[in-house]
């Protein structure tokens, strides 16, 4: 009978693995340095059972960093299910627009402009799908779009 993840968590292989790269992250968020919450092993890859991972590719984060992780991976794999429908112009124009964001860093102009480029190229619902997801994470506030 196959486990559930949540029951490959309780193995006593797991909870081990878990102690050391606690112990080696110095119980602390490797993010945001809190030590007194609640703390996660999060995978950075996953290959198997929890317990097969490599120490690298494991992290000591707090519950809230946690949480923003797995939506980033979220927001990852639901953007590059929409990017495969792009075609080869909007590709060209969608990677302008990450270059200009790494360039510029969080920088609010370039956000509002990678929003307003977005309405050139023919899907409008990106936008307003960046935009929720940018709201889940926390990147923009409720009243800021």
């Known amino acids: 009978m196959t486990k559930s993840y949540g029951e490959k968590l309780k193995d006593p292989r797991w909870q081990k693995k878990r102690l050391e790269i606690l112990e080696r992250d110095g119980w602390e968020c490797t993010n945001c340095g809190t030590k007194d919450v609640e703390l996660h092993v999060h995978h950075l890859k996953y290959n198997g059972n929890p317990w097969d991972a ?4 494991l992290q000591t984060l707090c519950k809230d960093c946690h949480a923003i992780a797995k939506n980033l991976i979220e927001i990852k794999n639901n953007i590059s299910n929409m990017i495969m429908q792009f ?3 909007e590709l060209h124009i969608f990677q302008n ?5 790494c360039l510029y860093n969080n920088r609010r102009d370039v956000l509002i402009h990678l929003s307003d480029s977005l309405e050139n190229i023919r899907i409008v619902r990106f936008a307003g799908f960046m935009g929720d997801l940018c ?3 926390g990147v923009i506030e409720q009243g800021d779009e």
């Open 54 to 57: 490599k120490n690298e590719d």
């Open 87 to 89: 075609s080869l112009k």
């Open 97 to 101: 627009l990450l270059d200009r964001i």
């Open 135 to 137: 709201k889940r994470v």
